[in-house]
């Protein structure tokens, strides 16, 4: 079995998280700068078993596309480009934002690395993939 990597992307920055190797627990890994990640995923991909890709799916309250999808498109193409053996889903990121500043401050996270976005980034990409993880378990039961 090889990992998944889940990945919040944004404009400046990305979070990436993986599974360990029997796809149980969701780790956050690094943030990494958005013109830097496929190669970064490259790199990781080299080194380790990657058996999916989940990308955040960014989406208003009412179910439609935020904005943001304008920029997460073209990286979709790319990433479907750059690794063509490797399944590429997109799973709902609505709040993981604010769930990862919660859980920072429920960590005892000073105010400093609470506004740390790439501390946020990674995290979210981290609640991103646990959500996926236990959603394909709930399917199984």
Do not use: W
Request: contains cysteine; aromatic residues 8%; glycine residues 4%.
């Amino acid at each position: 079995m090889g990992r998944i990597v889940a990945i919040d992307y944004g404009k400046k920055r990305v979070g990436v998280a993986v599974t360990d190797p029997c796809q149980i627990i969701a780790n956050s890994l690094t943030t990494v700068k958005s013109h830097e990640i496929l190669q970064f995923l490259q790199d990781y991909c080299s080194r380790e078993k990657v058996d999916l890709i989940v990308v955040g799916h960014p989406k208003q309250m009412d179910n439609s596309d935020s904005e943001s999808m304008a920029y997460i498109k073209p990286f979709l193409t790319a990433l479907k480009r750059k690794f063509p053996d490797i399944p590429i889903v997109m799973y709902d990121e609505r709040f993981t934002s604010v769930l990862a500043h919660k859980a920072m401050i429920e960590g005892g996270a000073k105010k400093k690395q609470r506004q740390d976005k790439a501390i946020i980034d990674a995290i979210s990409a981290t609640i991103i993939l646990q959500s996926y993880i236990e959603s394909q378990r709930n399917m199984n039961f």
